[in-house]
């Protein structure tokens, strides 16, 4: 009872929930950014070895951002709608990166990075680390074929 002191629903604390893990994943998107100010390249690569290891640890149960988008279909629920958006802005500024890194096809690089990324969440746990740090070799096949 008392998280409803605080949240009207449970849909209200999703939201709150999901909100804070958005904040926090770009606080640490930026940190790898910021590694590498002025090399796309090895920005992109940050980015990527980090996911490799966040979802090569054990007790990684998932992206909250997939796992709620699959739970709640319904495209109003508020927890969708943040999954999504976290998501968007995933996309938009991996494109950021691409064209920065002048590649021939930046919207195609970055959208071939976001699936692999959303892939090597939603398969964290189950084909074991060697298997989820292939994300790294796949990325930079990519990374170096796509500039």
């Given at each position: 009872?008392?998280?409803?002191?605080?949240?009207r629903?449970?849909?209200?604390?999703?939201?709150?929930?999901?909100?804070?893990?958005?904040?926090?994943?770009?606080?640490?998107?930026?940190?790898?950014?910021?590694?590498?100010?002025?090399?796309?390249r090895?920005?992109?690569?940050?980015?990527?070895?980090?996911?490799?290891?966040r979802?090569?640890?054990?007790?990684?149960?998932?992206?909250?951002?997939?796992?709620?988008?699959?739970?709640?279909?319904?495209?109003?629920?508020?927890?969708?709608?943040?999954?999504?958006?976290?998501?968007?802005?995933?996309?938009?500024?991996?494109?950021?990166?691409?064209?920065?890194?002048?590649?021939?096809?930046?919207?195609?690089?970055?959208?071939?990075?976001?699936?692999?990324?959303?892939g090597?969440?939603?398969?964290?746990?189950?084909?074991?680390?060697?298997?989820?740090?292939?994300?790294?070799?796949?990325?930079?096949?990519?990374?170096?074929?796509?500039?």
């Amino acid at each position: 009872m008392s998280l409803y002191r605080s949240f009207r629903s449970k849909d209200e604390l999703i939201a709150a929930c999901l909100d804070e893990r958005d904040k926090s994943y770009w606080q640490w998107f930026d940190g790898v950014l910021a590694q590498h100010p002025d090399d796309p390249r090895e920005q992109l690569r940050g980015v990527i070895r980090g996911v490799a290891k966040r979802t090569s640890k054990p007790g990684y149960r998932g992206c909250f951002f997939l796992n709620t988008a699959t739970d709640y279909m319904d495209a109003s629920h508020p927890g969708r709608k943040l999954a999504v958006r976290h998501k968007e802005t995933l996309a938009a500024r991996l494109l950021k990166i691409c064209r920065q890194l002048d590649a021939r096809d930046p919207v195609g690089l970055s959208r071939q990075l976001v699936l692999l990324i959303n892939g090597a969440q939603a398969t964290a746990g189950m084909l074991g680390k060697k298997t989820q740090m292939e994300l790294v070799r796949a990325a930079d096949l990519l990374i170096d074929g796509g500039s």
